[in-house]
């Protein structure tokens, strides 16, 4: 059998920020899934687009076609990105033209589906004109994507017109959440371009034929009851980074000459600090970050990729001597092996999904700061149900993170954090054995897939 997936390297990275990062938070996601699914012993084809395309070379095992020359959008705006008929129309004509000749040369192996990012909305036409299957990748929560579904209603309530003075309070809605959550979330109307690509990936997820996401029954148990009523396409819950890592799909180089130092520092003593793979932040909060990690008088490795900070090349603005003996600063790191390091006491985070689920994988306490899109509701998610992090959320300010440091890493608190995190990583285990929730639901669609008539 062949499945068709697209991994979402699009122009949409570059649109993200501005700044051409590599959206490895999309694209991590597809391909661990494209490698479970082989595994599972599918024949996988990736359409992919030009721009940041995938290192081919790392997966022997897949065909890749790429179906979009998009380096001419490589400057786009998320706006820009949003607004663009061009790209929905060139990518879903290129898409269709390139399935097309798949569907009409696969006698001998025949396609089963189509499996897309969430956000590639306009794959559902495409699938639907062709009669093929569309399984959905959301690549965030269960719990995003219910508030995701409900921007309309909170923008008719009026939440993205509130003002300062009501950041604390309670979101009647989504008791979990704050009016600051919401507002973090980098909305201002329902009729905002990105509120309607938003719309747009809501509706078409709706319309497929399943979907699936990157997290695991116990994580999200009440939203999973929540989902039907929104979502009634068959669900599937599969932690993809307990089954593979995200290492061979990273689009920057990994260093790991930090590797020698993390191994001489004593259990649970480092701070791994990382803000993914778009964010970005002004010169002005790096400092605050950069003393705020000195003032903890904690170790850390943090990850400060080239474009993190606005108008700067890298650390040029960091006083000299810095970080020290006791830290490392790196470009980008294998991230996944670095949390599940036993030097690693507590990660420092934006709160991207795939950050989130990976130091759940591997069982470390979280220090949440969250920036924009799905992070606030994933912060307020791990700091608030789960309790396995605790949130840093006002702004970068350097007593601030000293203090939130120590009592993650320090402090009782701390201890009783880890704990919690220990158990939720054992019931991630759990859940991966025979009869186990995620176990069940790779197995069911496997079952799924299969089943589809070609
Ligand atoms: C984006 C959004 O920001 C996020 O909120 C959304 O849920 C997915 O899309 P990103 O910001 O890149 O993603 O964050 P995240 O989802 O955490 O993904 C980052 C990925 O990059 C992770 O898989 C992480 O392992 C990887 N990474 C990060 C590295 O491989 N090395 C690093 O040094 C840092």
């Known amino acids: 059998k062949l499945i068709y997936t697209l991994p979402f390297c699009t122009i949409q990275q570059a649109a993200s920020a501005g700044t051409g990062e590599p959206l490895q938070g999309h694209i991590n996601p597809m391909l661990q899934l494209a490698n479970l699914l082989y595994s599972k012993g599918f024949n996988i084809t990736i359409l992919h687009t030009n721009f940041n395309a995938p290192k081919i070379s790392n997966f022997p095992h897949f065909t890749f076609i790429s179906i979009l020359d998009n380096e001419r959008f490589s400057n786009l705006s998320i706006l820009d990105f949003a607004q663009s008929f061009i790209f929905k129309q060139d990518g879903g004509d290129d898409l269709r033209d390139q399935l097309e000749l798949l569907l009409a040369s696969g006698k001998d192996e025949p396609v089963s589906c189509l499996i897309t990012d969430a956000l590639w909305h306009f794959t559902q036409s495409v699938a639907d004109s062709l009669n093929l299957p569309r399984l959905v990748v959301r690549t965030t929560s269960l719990y995003t994507t219910i508030v995701y579904a409900s921007i309309p209603l909170l923008d008719d309530r009026g939440y993205f017109k509130l003002d300062d003075t009501h950041l604390e309070e309670q979101v009647g809605e989504f008791p979990l959440l704050k009016v600051k959550d919401i507002l973090k979330m980098g909305i201002k109307s329902k009729k905002d371009p990105y509120a309607e ?14 979907i699936i996401w990157n997290s695991f029954k116990e994580l999200e148990e009440t ?20 089954y593979f890592t995200a290492s061979s799909s990273s689009l920057l180089d990994q260093d790991r000459t930090f590797f020698p130092w993390l191994d001489q520092q004593p259990p649970k003593s480092v701070v791994y600090v990382s803000f993914g793979s778009i964010s970005q932040v002004e010169e002005k909060e790096l400092l605050e970050i950069a003393h705020g990690l000195v003032y903890s008088k904690q170790a850390f490795l943090w990850v400060v990729r080239p474009g993190f900070v606005n108008g700067s090349t890298w650390l040029e603005s960091l006083p000299n001597g810095f970080p020290g003996e006791r830290g ?19 990660f420092w985070t934006h709160s991207g999904w795939n950050s989130t689920l990976e130091s759940v994988c591997e069982g470390v306490a979280m220090i949440c700061s969250p920036l924009l899109g799905d992070q606030p509701l994933n912060a307020r998610y791990m700091s608030d149900v789960s309790r396995v992090g605790v949130c840093l959320e006002n702004g970068f300010q350097r007593e601030e993170i000293s203090s939130v440091i120590r009592r993650v ?46």
């Open 197 to 210: 690509l938003i719309g747009d990936m809501v509706k078409q997820t709706k319309a497929s034929s399943g």
């Open 223 to 242: 939203e999973l009851e929540r989902v039907p009523h929104d979502f009634p396409a068959p669900r599937f819950l599969i932690p993809f980074p307990k």
């Open 328 to 346: 490392r600063v790196v470009k980008w790191a294998p991230q996944q092996e670095v949390l599940a390091h036993e030097a690693i006491g507590a």
């Open 409 to 454: 890493m320090v402090d009782e608190e701390g201890k009783e954090i880890r704990e919690r995190m220990r158990v939720l990583k054992q019931k991630l285990d759990v859940s991966l054995m025979k009869g186990g929730s995620s176990n069940e639901s790779m197995e069911s669609l496997i079952h799924f897939i299969s089943s589809f008539q070609v």
